[in-house]
């Protein structure tokens, strides 16, 4: 019985992502290997409309000024029936932060399974306020490919809580 339901209701988040529902994209409980030749959407807070990411930065905000992701927040990734991101031969999923300022390498977070949300790496230092951009690829960040990939982009705007 709880596996027809758990059928049931991934059919109905692939249905309603499907046909571009405009309100959040939740990720179904239990998770699904991530196989090549899919397509997927990302992610953030349970969302992939323009997602609220809040920020920690404390004192006041100056332009240019990053910060921590407060804590609790999530990525995730689901499969869709099609359009948005895509496999190509691939069976893993990245995603970061590409505003990401810790580094010269954003953190990213690896996903091999749909409906698995990871929390943001605490080591992600983003813009305290404004807008900016969660990437999802088949690949690493700036590493060389293979041919079919595509990647897909959720808006977030950052939301300092601190002030």
């Known amino acids: 019985m709880r596996a027809s339901l758990r059928a049931v209701m991934v059919a109905a988040m692939l249905v309603a992502v499907s046909i571009g529902a405009a309100g959040p994209a939740v ?3 239990g998770s699904e290997p991530i196989g090549p030749n899919q397509h997927f959407i990302g992610l953030v807070n349970g969302s992939n409309a323009i997602v ?3 920020t920690v930065c404390a004192g006041p905000v100056s332009p240019g000024r990053t910060g921590p992701v407060a804590s609790g ?5 689901a499969r869709v029936a099609r359009h948005h991101g895509f496999t190509g031969p691939l069976s893993q999923v990245y ?3 590409v505003q990401d300022a810790s580094g010269p390498t954003p ?3 690896t996903f091999t399974s749909y409906g698995t949300p ?5 080591a992600v230092r983003v813009p305290c306020e404004g807008t900016g951009q969660v990437e999802f690829s088949p690949c690493p960040f700036r590493a060389p490919c293979v041919f079919g990939w595509k990647t897909n982009v959720v808006r977030v705007r950052f939301v300092n809580i601190a002030v």
């Open 95 to 97: 995603a970061w932060f």
């Open 118 to 122: 990871h929390r943001v790496p605490a």
């Open 27 to 29: 990720a179904a409980s």
């Open 52 to 54: 609220d990411v809040h």
């Open 73 to 77: 927040q999530t990525l995730a990734v």
């Open 107 to 109: 953190q990213m977070v």
